[in-house]
């Protein structure tokens, strides 16, 4: 067995992972290879440390507050969907009115009508592009209420 | 398994009750993955909270017959990488408010250990994918076998990688911790 093939099989073998006819030949191999010996403890070493460097937990009362925001985020989802159908229905409604009494009525001069057209377009847009932007970064916003 | 799966099939029936069960026992494995991947508390603790919510809403989808865990871990790795893509991708408010990059910071993240500290230290210098593995097999304790399933990779790529990912670690801890540490 090449030493190098020795390595990869070390992995296995640090982790319990290896059959019993490739275990047999890693061990043949490191009872003659100085080299792939020194390996095997040196990884023994990275393994054990990995194992064990652990992490601060959350305190009880942050799990809690975890388990609350998922619910409440869960419950939101629902209030969510039916506030956006409710606002693109009053927005539909809104803009069949707006070009049904003011848009197409010839009563009021052309000017005005395209200016007020293109005001409402443009806003609509903007309005649509700002919410999209912020749906988009509040995932990662932590710093808004930094003040400055 | 028997009493999970229960618990899965009354949450595909919209038991949000059951589906805190299934929080509560996966919410601090969930946590130690995010963290491992993020290197940050608070994004730990929000990305799993998203990932949480993302496996309820797919929860009819999911055969309640396999382990919940390795089917949610795929939901969790993808909120982490979403989550650390968005952030490259944030636009940077300027030079004078350039904001530091809070990640992996050990005090943050172990308690005062110095030798804890340079491993997180390690793993925070690790490429997204070498850090990814670590995770699996060293926080998660996952056999080679859910490893594979998880990163949907064969099982033999499995040591492949887990060798990769050591010899870089290790390469970062050289000359860091001597020989008798750990």
């Not at chain 1, 869960?74 to 606002?87: K, Q, T, Y």
């Not at chain 1, 707006?98 to 007020?116: C, K």
């Not at chain 2, 997180?120 to 926080?139: N, T, Y």
Request: hydrophobic share 40%; aromatic share 10%.
């Amino acid at each position: 067995m090449e030493c190098e093939k020795a390595c990869l099989l070390l992995m296995g073998h640090l982790d319990g992972e290896l059959d019993d006819r490739s275990r047999l030949d890693l061990e043949q191999h490191l009872e003659g290879c100085a080299a792939c010996r020194r390996e095997e403890s040196a990884y023994r070493r990275l393994t054990a440390m990995t194992d064990s460097i652990g992490f601060i937990e959350p305190t009880e009362t942050e799990w809690r507050a975890h388990w609350e925001a998922i619910y409440n985020r869960l419950e939101r989802g629902v209030a969510w969907i039916f506030l956006s159908l409710g606002a693109v229905t009053l927005l539909l409604y809104g803009m069949w009115h707006l070009a049904a009494d003011f848009l197409l009525d010839a009563a009021y001069p052309l000017i005005l009508r395209l200016g007020v057209g293109f005001a409402a377009i443009g806003t609509i847009v903007l309005a649509v592009s700002v919410v999209r932007e912020r749906i988009r970064l509040y995932p990662t916003d932590r710093y808004e209420e930094v003040e400055l | 398994m028997q009493a999970e799966r229960q618990t899965i099939l009354q949450c595909q029936k919209g038991s949000r009750d059951a589906f805190g069960e299934i929080v509560n026992r996966y919410m601090r494995r969930a946590y130690g993955a995010a963290l491992a991947i993020l290197g940050n508390r608070d994004d730990a603790l929000d990305v799993s909270q998203e990932a949480f919510v993302k496996a309820y809403r797919a929860i009819r989808r999911f055969d309640a017959r396999r382990p919940f865990y390795p089917w949610f871990y795929r939901i969790l790795r993808n909120a982490c990488f979403d989550w650390l893509r968005r952030r490259r991708n944030r636009p940077r408010p300027g030079l004078l408010m350039d904001i530091p990059d809070d990640r992996f910071r050990p005090d943050t993240l172990v308690d005062k250990d110095e030798i804890r500290e340079v491993v997180w230290e390690g793993i925070g210098k690790l490429a997204e994918k070498d850090r990814e593995i670590i995770v699996l097999r060293h926080f998660q304790h996952m056999s080679y076998r859910e490893i594979a399933a998880a990163l949907d990779i064969p099982e033999g790529t499995v040591m492949s990688r887990l060798f990769t990912a050591r010899k870089r670690l290790r390469a970062e801890l050289d000359g860091r911790i001597s020989p008798e540490d750990g």
